[in-house]
């Protein structure tokens, strides 16, 4: 198994009791909550922590890309992953992912993820993911078109990383006399391409298919939806005549481990409730804006909205499987246990959530690295 | 005055039909919340009119066409409709994004069109004016903001809501977004063309709009010069259902001098 260190960078700092007087702290909670001197030590003290997984022996790094929102402070992942390809030496870096239908033009993406790739020696791997709902109402993207957009951005960045240039690309949403990406990636025939998702059919459907064989992650879940999307996965890649390897099945998850379980609960709550109560919160209409799912999913979401939507404890949290915590011992065996259930070949952790600080995340990302990591390491086939 | 209900087929898109009265032809376009049922103001008008209330391809009862992708393909289905069923002198009637649907009819050809009544019509942009966020609101939230006199958005939030009425609700948003997300329920082109419209024009706004605030019925006034403007006090973005027996009257009024 493949163990990736997984950040988001959120604003630490947020006044929460301002924050939580607002609907959400995606789209309209007023800027002037950040403040950039603290903003400053922020960014700083998070890409350490992301260049101190090197050192702990993480096999990869990630960063992903979110706007206008206290969540995530990474409007621009090019900016933070090109920071750690110069400072890392031998981790992989994970872009998860860039939101391909709210840039303007498919081939800058094309082109930053070459640059990386090519400034790493071939150490990316790209994610591409639509945005959330939240970014359709930031950017006025039109979100009934997002798919479309993200199909057919895909279609063009893949070409422009594998086909000799210059050619002409005529699409319904981007159209190209010259088709010429300098640089070309390091990687041939290109970057590992992996699917963030929060679960959907029509994504599995696309990323499974025999063509293309992406890696499959499913972020923020409860263990058991976890599971259901990684056997559709499966079941899907099976149903295409093939058998899908452990590294195309990926799980994303908050963790914390501190010496006791006890400790851990006690260390990770308020933290781990921000998170989950504060950070990602916000209202059905602005999560899912029409034709970002289909309306099938959306009546599904609608249906379990008290659970989706209503706060939680981190009693709740761990009993979902939406966040692991404990002893080494007990986060070891959970682990354990879950992989032997889903044999997903890549597990992204989240070391750093919420407003946790970070002597808590250092000693979180040590314990996990040495006392956890290395028997999840061992499982299944080698990545 | 009875309406009859039917499907008709114009442009590969089966779209549901309502008609009903005798008269001259009455198009009735509907805004952003389609029209489910027969409401009061259009019995009133089909006592003196040919009342035809059709579902917008995507809305309703209506198909979704793989060709609809902007306001435009909306306005060259309309015209084809006028033409299909050879409606002649037509008064065309647009509320809120129906509104805007007639002018850009109308600046492409108004050839069967008489006069236009636009009700809080959308279409353009005004500065220092935004449209509200309706894509941001919860359904409550949304009834509570179409209607000033908050006792008709106490009895709509009281009426069940089936199944099926979930479905259209969703597919009507859906479409509305396709049409109207961005630019935001304008067309950033149109008001260029405006001077195209010579048919005889009625703005009627209700001052109390909290969709389009009634500032944009001083925007449209100065790119429609020859149009009248009405605006109709203690009312919100849908006067023919806030006050339907003021909104018809001052649609027989226009259509009597017209």
């Not at chain 2, 009819?105 to 069967?112: G, K, L, P, Q």
């Amino acid at each position: 198994m493949q163990v990736i260190l997984f950040h988001l960078m959120p604003y630490a700092d947020l006044d929460l009791e301002s924050a939580r007087r607002h609907p959400s702290v995606w789209v309209r909670l007023p800027n002037t909550h950040f403040d950039p001197v603290k903003g400053h030590k922020l960014y700083n003290r998070y890409l350490d922590e992301l260049e101190y997984a090197e050192e702990l022996g993480f096999d990869v790094i990630s960063v992903n890309e979110h706007h206008q929102t206290a969540y995530g402070l990474m409007p621009s992942p090019i900016v933070t992953a090109s920071a750690l390809a110069r400072r890392t030496k031998r981790i992989k870096i994970a872009i998860l992912g860039s939101a391909l239908p709210l840039r303007e033009h498919p081939l800058m993406v094309a082109e930053e993820h070459a640059m990386i790739d090519v400034i790493s020696g071939g150490r990316l791997i790209s994610g591409f993911v639509r945005g959330i709902g939240a970014e359709y109402h930031t950017f006025g993207v039109n979100p009934t078109f997002s798919h479309d957009r993200f199909h057919e951005a895909h279609d063009l960045i893949v070409r422009a990383w594998t086909e000799p240039g210059p050619f002409a690309f005529q699409g319904r949403h981007y159209r190209v006399n010259y088709v010429n990406t300098w640089p070309r990636p390091y990687q041939r025939p290109h970057p590992p391409i992996w699917i963030p998702s929060q679960g959907s059919k029509e994504t599995i459907d696309w990323a499974s298919h025999p063509d293309r064989r992406y890696t499959y992650l499913q972020t923020f879940s409860p263990a058991k939806v976890v599971q259901r999307y990684l056997k559709m996965y499966r079941d899907t890649c099976a149903a295409h005549g093939y058998a899908a390897a452990d590294r195309q099945l990926g799980w994303a998850v908050p963790v914390y481990v501190a010496e006791t379980d006890e400790a851990a609960r006690r260390e990770a709550k308020p933290h781990l409730e921000a998170f989950r109560n504060v950070f990602l919160k916000m209202p059905i209409e602005m999560l899912l804006p029409p034709g970002y799912t289909s309306r099938d999913s959306l009546k599904n979401v609608m249906k379990a909205k008290a659970e989706i939507f209503e706060e939680i404890t981190i009693d709740k949290a761990i009993e979902l499987g939406l966040f692991v915590c404990g002893s080494p011992a007990t986060v070891r065996q959970a682990f354990e246990a879950y992989w032997r259930e889903m044999r997903f070949g890549n597990l992204l952790v989240l070391c750093q959530f919420g407003t946790l600080p970070g002597d808590l995340t250092r000693k979180n990302m040590e314990l996990f690295a040495r006392q956890v990591m290395p028997s999840l390491k061992g499982l299944g086939s080698a990545a | 005055m009875a309406f009859t209900q039917h499907y008709l087929e114009i442009d590969g898109c089966r779209i549901n039909l309502r008609r009903g009265g005798a008269g001259a032809p009455l198009l009735y376009l509907h805004g952003a919340s389609g029209a489910p049922v027969i409401m009061p103001f259009m019995e009133k008008l089909a006592e003196r009119f040919d009342v035809l209330v059709p579902e917008h391809p995507g809305f309703g009862l209506s198909d979704e066409p793989d060709w609809l992708e902007n306001i435009h393909d909306l306005a060259y289905f309309y015209l084809d409709f006028l033409r299909r069923l050879d409606l002649r002198n037509v008064l065309v009637v647009g509320s809120s994004i129906g509104g805007w649907l007639a002018l850009e009819m109308a600046v492409r050809d108004a050839a069967r069109i008489r006069s236009l009544v636009l009700v809080g019509p959308a279409g353009i942009s005004a500065p220092g004016v935004q449209p509200a966020d309706i894509f941001l609101w919860s359904p409550e939230e949304l009834v509570r903001n179409l209607f000033h006199d908050q006792k008709l958005a106490d009895a709509r939030l009281a009426e069940p809501v089936t199944p099926e009425q979930v479905d259209i609700a969703l597919k009507n948003r859906h479409t509305a977004a396709r049409l109207a997300w961005e630019p935001r329920l304008h067309d950033p082109f149109l008001h260029k063309w405006l001077h195209r419209v010579t048919v005889p024009v009625k703005i009627v706004w209700g001052e109390n709009d909290k969709i389009l605030p009634v500032a944009y019925a001083q925007a449209f006034k100065a790119l429609l010069p020859h149009a009248e403007l009405e605006i109709i006090p203690a009312c919100g973005h849908l006067p023919q259902a806030e006050k339907a027996d003021r909104f018809c009257d001052i649609v027989l009024r226009f259509a009597s001098r017209g």
